[in-house]
């Protein structure tokens, strides 16, 4: 039931991002839901941090943990979120785990099955078929809509890469020390722009309407943290296969409440791009237990 409740929350959140950055400036956005999730998770972290104490060799891996995870990935995945359809973009972040696969074998050397470079080479398949290439070889795509699923990849791609960074560092530190450090170096990287952007614009705060406050608290508090919390705790109670096979949940999700609120459509290629991607994540992770570590607290 957490780790339901922990991907019901994520996949909503492809919806409530694209809905709260019409009123929120992108970098201010970042930067109050990290600050506000940071604040909250300050006394867990510090407590934590007590009883083992963060080697100063450490921190450069740390922080490019940070700048992979949440400033890269955050930026990437703010802007091709405006871009695109939650739909499209909820379907694209299931090449996560499949990357993370790849990632590990050409980064850390692990071992991989033929089983999963051909679910691999199909799930990317079925990103290449979602984020545009019958639309781009038939000359009616969308330049918007093209670049904002590419930028989800690169979203996707910029997490896989701090996930693989993470995996040593996760035998010496709790994730929730990680964790800490990963959203402290998102506050920090995000207060310039945020303040650039209040520079330009010093009235856009007194334009949030109620509905903007709500998707804000929405992803500081449920995404980032309840939604992490819930998915850790599920873990330690479950086995890693169980745990994986709700990430197949949040699209579902996602795309529920996204024709609902947002009246966005299902389309044939969008269909056939969702089979692919998902007989290629089932495929592509059969047997490795690593990528289910690099799930947590996404987007």
Same mark, same amino acid.
Request: net charge positive; aromatic share 14%.
């Given at each position: 039931?957490?780790?339901?409740?922990?991907?019901?929350?994520?996949?909503?959140?492809?919806?409530?991002?694209? *809905?709260?950055?019409?009123?929120?400036?992108?970098?201010?956005?970042?930067?109050? +839901?990290?600050?506000?999730?940071?604040?909250?998770?300050?006394?867990?972290?510090?407590?934590?941090?007590? +009883?083992?104490?963060? %080697?100063?060799?450490?921190?450069?891996?740390?922080?490019?943990?940070?700048?992979?995870?949440?400033?890269?990935?955050?930026?990437?995945?703010?802007?091709?979120?405006?871009?695109?359809?939650?739909?499209?973009?909820?379907?694209?972040?299931?090449?996560?785990?499949?990357?993370?696969?790849?990632?590990?074998?050409?980064?850390?050397?692990?071992?991989?099955?033929?089983?999963?470079?051909?679910?691999?080479?199909?799930?990317?398949?079925?990103?290449? *078929?979602?984020?545009?290439?019958? %639309?781009?070889?038939?000359?009616?795509?969308?330049?918007?809509?093209?670049?904002?699923?590419?930028?989800?990849?690169?979203?996707?791609?910029?997490?896989?890469?701090?996930?693989?960074?993470?995996?040593?560092?996760?035998?010496?530190?709790?994730?929730?020390?990680?964790?800490?450090?990963?959203?402290?170096?998102?506050?920090?990287?995000?207060?310039?722009?945020?303040?650039?952007?209040?520079?330009?614009?010093?009235?856009?705060?007194? +334009?949030?309407?109620?509905?903007?406050?709500?998707?804000?608290?929405?992803?500081?508090?449920?995404?980032?943290?309840?939604?992490?919390?819930?998915?850790?705790?599920?873990?330690? +109670?479950?086995?890693?296969?169980?745990?994986?096979?709700?990430?197949?949940?949040?699209?579902?999700?996602?795309?529920?409440?996204?024709?609902?609120?947002?009246?966005?459509?299902?389309?044939?290629?969008?269909?056939?791009?969702?089979?692919?991607?998902?007989?290629?994540?089932?495929?592509?992770?059969?047997?490795?237990?690593?990528?289910?570590?690099?799930?947590?607290?996404?987007?």
């Amino acid at each position: 039931m957490a780790l339901f409740i922990a991907h019901t929350i994520w996949g909503i959140n492809f919806v409530v991002a694209k *809905v709260t950055l019409q009123e929120f400036p992108t970098y201010s956005l970042a930067f109050l +839901r990290f600050a506000i999730a940071f604040i909250l998770l300050a006394p867990f972290f510090i407590a934590q941090t007590k +009883r083992v104490k963060i %080697k100063k060799v450490d921190l450069p891996k740390l922080i490019w943990i940070g700048l992979f995870m949440v400033t890269f990935n955050i930026t990437f995945f703010f802007t091709g979120i405006q871009k695109t359809t939650a739909i499209d973009a909820s379907v694209l972040t299931l090449t996560i785990p499949m990357l993370s696969v790849l990632f590990g074998w050409w980064f850390l050397k692990e071992h991989i099955y033929t089983i999963n470079l051909a679910g691999i080479a199909l799930g990317l398949l079925g990103a290449v *078929v979602i984020v545009g290439a019958p %639309k781009f070889l038939t000359g009616t795509y969308s330049t918007d809509s093209l670049i904002g699923n590419i930028l989800i990849v690169f979203a996707s791609i910029s997490w896989v890469a701090g996930g693989t960074i993470s995996r040593k560092i996760l035998k010496t530190y709790s994730s929730l020390e990680v964790t800490g450090i990963v959203f402290l170096v998102g506050v920090i990287t995000f207060l310039l722009p945020a303040v650039s952007e209040y520079l330009k614009d010093p009235t856009w705060p007194s +334009r949030i309407s109620t509905l903007g406050f709500l998707g804000l608290t929405y992803m500081a508090l449920l995404s980032s943290i309840s939604a992490y919390f819930l998915f850790e705790w599920g873990l330690s +109670r479950t086995s890693i296969v169980a745990a994986d096979l709700f990430q197949y949940w949040e699209p579902f999700m996602a795309t529920f409440v996204a024709v609902l609120v947002l009246g966005e459509e299902i389309t044939i290629p969008f269909i056939i791009g969702a089979i692919l991607i998902t007989g290629g994540v089932y495929m592509g992770t059969l047997a490795k237990e690593i990528h289910h570590r690099l799930h947590y607290h996404r987007h």
